[in-house]
Every structure is written in C-alpha cells, then in structure tokens.
C-alpha cells in the first residue's frame, strides 16, 4: 500500500551489542509507538557495523554503510537515538550526520533532493544535562540535508545535574519522557504522511 | 478563503528604526519571494517595540509583545531573521523565543499546543560565520514551542572568517542566498499548506 | 594591594529585583565562596539596569551599561551567572555578551586587548536540561573577547528532564552544586592572580 | 629543563594519510608558531590510529588510544585541529573528546584531576561557516574534563556562505587567520607556562 509509512531508528550508542544500551532501550520503546500505528520500524546500532569516517555515500573498502543508507533512503522517517556524552550528541551520531551530508548531491527523479519528503526526529539520553542541546545539533544537520523536523520532540530523559544514574537503570519509568515518545511518534507519522504523499515541489 | 497562507518575519537586530540593517533586508528578499506565491507577509523589527524580557505571553506594564504575538498567533508561518553576533543568533531572538516559550501553556480549541500546525524558518546574516549554528538554536527552540521546520533553510549569508562586510553593502546579491531564499519560502508555504489543512492529532 | 583580586558577578535572570532569582542565588554561593578567599566581590543584577541592545561600549540615550562595564574593566574575574531558558542562555547574558563584544576594539596601554588577563566563568541554573551548552556558548564569546576560561566551571544545577523545580525551591542543597561552587571559586582566583602578575605578551 | 614546554596537536580530519587535509595543515602552521618559541610539537593524524570509540582510558581489543593518550598526558599544550562538517566538529573531534572524557576520573599525586595544569585550545577550518560553534563545543568539553581555555583562539579560516573552497586550496594564506595562529601560539604557551610553574590548588 502506498501510504504505509516505514521508520529507522538509528541508534548511535558508542557500544556494539550485545552490552545494554540506553538509547537503545529508548528507540525499542519509540519502536513500540510506532508499530501501534501500523509503522514497520528498523532499529539499526550503528556501532555494529563497521562504518567508515567521511562525507560520500560510499566510502569503499570495507565501508558498511551502504547497507544503512538503503534502509534510510527506503523509510519515510529517520529517528537518531543516541546517549549524550559531555551534554553533546555521540561522535557516532556525528559520524552517521556526515555520513548523510552526501545526500545533499543525490535527487530524486524529478530533482528533488533525495532526502525530501522524509520526516526526522531524535531521542536523547545521558545521565544528566545536554537534550536540548544534542537535538539542536541533529536537527540543524539533518534540514540542512533535506529532512522535515516535526513538531513536539526530541523524546528525551537526563538525570538531574551531575547526576550518574542510566535511563535504563531506573526503577520506573518516566512518565514524561513515556508521554513525549508517545507525540515523537504519532506527530512523525503524521508528518511523513502528509509529505509522502504531496512532497515539497521542484524548485 | 480558507487556505490562504500567512506569514510573519521577526526581524532580529539590535538597533531600531531607520537605521539599515542586513536582517531586515534579508526580510524583505524572503518577503518578496512569498508574496510571488501571494502569501500575505508582515515583517516586524522587534527592536522598534518596548518588548519586555520574560517567558510569559504578557508581561504588563507596556509590554508591547503582546501586539507581535497576535501576528504570530494570526500566521501560519513564523520566520526569525537575526543577525549573527560572535556566532549566535541576536539577544533580541533570544528574548523573541522566551517570549515564545509561552506558548507551551497555551491550547487550541480541541487541546492540541497552539503553535502546532504553524511551520518556522530562519534567515541569518552576519560578517563572517555562524548561521548554521544560529538556526540550530532557533529550530530547537521553535520545534520546543510546536512549530515545524520545513527541509532546506535557513537562508543565510555569512562572510570569510574575519571579514567585515555586511550583507546590505555587499556588490552583488549573493546568488546561493538568493536561491536558498527562494526554497525557504517556497517549502514553508508548501508545508503550511500540509498543515493547515491536516494539523497534527490530539494526543 | 596591588595582587588583591576582585570579581564582578553579572546576574543575568529576566526579571527585575525583587523577585527571587535562582541565578542570583546561585550568584551569592560564589561570591561567598569568593570572599573566604578575599575576593571582593560585586553581583550586578542587569536586569535593574536600563541596557541598550547593541555592540558598542556605550549606546547613548540613557544607557547604563557603562556603569556597569566599569565595574568589569575594574575586575579581574568575570562571572555570568544565567537561568536556563530552552536549554540555552538567557536573552540577557546574550545581551552582555553582545555589550562586552565593544571590547574586541579597546586595548591597554602596551597594545594588549583590554580583557586580556582577566579570567572568566560561568554559573547555570535552571528546571531542567542546558547547562553544558549555556556555558559552551558563553565561553567561545568570552574567549573571543580576550577573557581566559580556568578548569572546573561552570558550576550548574539542573533538575530530572522535563522537571519544574527551581533552584531557589530546593529543599536541600545540592552537595555537588555547592563543591563546583567552589572549585570555580578557588580556580578562578588562583588563574586571575597568575594572569594578573604575568599578563599575556603583546603580540 | 623543567620549564620546557610540549604541545600535542590532535587533527581530527575524516580521512587518514596520504590524503591532503586542511586541518592537518592549519595545524603545521600552529607547529611552526609553537616551534619559534622552542616549543616541542607533536601533530597526530587520529584517523592513522584504531580508535574505538568509548569512554575509557583503553577499550582494548587493539584499540590504540594509548598511545595518542600518552602524548596527551606527556604535554602541557592540546590542540584539537578539526575540519568543520555542517556547521560542527568532526565526528572524530568529538571521539577524541569522548576518550578524553575518562580523564575525570584520573588524578595526579598530589590528588588533583590530571589534566589540571594543561592548556587548551582549537585550529578549525571548513569551507563556509561554523568555526566559532566548532570551537564553543570542543571548549566546553576540554574546560570540562580539566583544561584552562587561553584568551585569543580559536585559530580559524572559513569561506564565504554556501562556498566550497578548501583551506589548502587557497591562492593566498589569509592574513587574518596566520595572525591568529600565531596569537594562539603564544597565548597557549603563556598560559602553559603559568601553569605547568602554579598548578590549580587540590580542592
């Protein structure tokens, strides 16, 4: 069906699997949202792919990204989950933004660029301090890149100041952050929605 | 008629009326472009209204935001031209977006955030450097509020590092900014268009 | 005596005096950690003052940042002690900023910037999530100025994500708040004192 | 002699050897300012290196921080040299930052936080805009996790909004930005000596 709407989530924890990860539990529990909603979602730790540093599509010799990219060129949103590191996003959520500014130089067949008409969001998790931040840095990069920023994220959890405790350590949940997921979700699939099927027009 | 789209642009400088500022010439060029498209524009230079600091829709005492909020209120498109200073977006966008902040606290008819359905861009100028950083802290604090950010912005001129020229007394129109001006006008409209007509689900 | 040291605390809450300000607070802790020290220590409350918007020493028309810019030129550490809006610094702390960036002109008698030898840092507080990044955007500008940033700061409460609690409203101190307290302190003193009696070289 | 002063300039360009890069070549150019002054220089090219990415001071598995972590430890100057992507560090910038960022949890002898006593500072160059952004991350990182920020830097050189030219591709070394390198050069060195004499008391 034409209309049905399709997510990545890349989750860009510095640890390969299988150690537990916190912005991985946070992308599984977006992933929940989202499959409410009939959306089929990948979650992609992009730690476990050997990844190449650089700004091209394809970085050859060994380079795995190409098998990312195809799952984000085949979606309809793209979320970056990652854990914050020194109020920051994480040097793989860097690597992944560099790795899709070569989107800039790839266009659709009528000449958009590639990237138009895709929706994406972020979730952001760390001990303490920086969401807002780390999500200013993605949504700054992935615009310039093509992508729509939708109303009502990032999802995100930080302890209080200075504090060292993991989103997927506390014993319970928090509401807030559950309930913010929850709009990341459906304000994404409603976006991708409306840009699938009248993408922005040639200019 | 129901789907006439309306825009208003926050000119960000410092310094009030009469004298030249590069944000507001900015302005007008992103003025121009929509009003090709018969979008119906005002430009206010919040520098020329007494705007008090704080985070609350009314701030008494001659406030005069109050006036610029019925025009974002009024609009579907919101777009924040500031000049660059030491690489940040104005203190004046800064005192617009805590103003702004208010919003958070404020629900249309059927409960959804007020802002959303309204789409933000922004228009950046300065010397030398720091427009992409300047649109980083402007769309996260917009996306915060409830407005949408539509793919290609901000337009922007920047000059070489170091350099001191301003955009008003360049030659020549840069033609990227020129070209950049134009998509941002034309993919916010589109994305109003989208919304207004499908604003985002109650959640 | 000619290696006293003096600080000047510049508190940068959106309201006037006398309503409570968690970054005046926070401003107190370290002026009486300063003063165990000898510091003499000045908190200025900008928002008691009328300041212009601008990048010139003095904006004229009843301006009265050169009162309070004497009171910076005359100190040998600079403290911006900013609440936390939107994850970001206050409108006001940029318009300091923007008003210290006057000083990029001004030298001292041997041709050195004028700021050169003076040590700056930062205090943050706010509800929740930014202060990483308020004291990233402070310290480039301040560098940018001629201010030298010392190791330890800034010092900073926020609380748990999306949390509403002040400062000011804490029922206990935070232990780890009030120790980077007084790192900033004691660091900020013993780099003023060295710059002080050994000022960086013309150049 | 004691008194002797290191630097280490890590250049965090996306691409290993032979490749020619601008940010190994800003970097040449801060090493032949800091060797006027007998200042012994070391440039590492961190993409020559296997570094995983993580939060500790060694994450095994052949991973070869160590050695890059040794030369840090070993001198009194880092300099992070980065290429600017979208407006920000490098992804292997803020690797760097990460690793580094175990460095909280070391102490020298005397109980202090070990990189207490080290300056430090950023070359940054891109082809258009995000040197002063660039510059404010890697420096709320370094201040972080120990080290004193000189009055005067970052060095850096960006072209004109939207542009493509690369630092080495320029025709002419733009003046403003050799004069900086120098500036950097010797404010770091200043500072570093300061220091390296006065340490920061143990708190």
Known sequence: MQNSITATILVCTLS???KKSSSELIAKELADEFEKHDVACNIIRVADYRI???VEKDMGDGDEWSSIRERVVGSDILIISTPIWMGQPSSVAKMVLERLDAELAEFDDDGRPLMYG??????AVGNEDGAHHTSAEIFQALTDVGFTIPAGGPTYWVGEAMASTDYQDLAHKPQK???TTKIVAVNSL???RLLK???YPVS
Do not use: M
């Open 16 to 18: 390969p699997s299988p």
């Open 52 to 54: 190449k540093f650089g």
């Open 118 to 123: 895709k929706v994406a969001s972020v979730a």
């Open 177 to 179: 952050t559950q309930h």
């Open 190 to 192: 409603h976006l991708a």
């Open 197 to 199: 099927q009248h993408n």
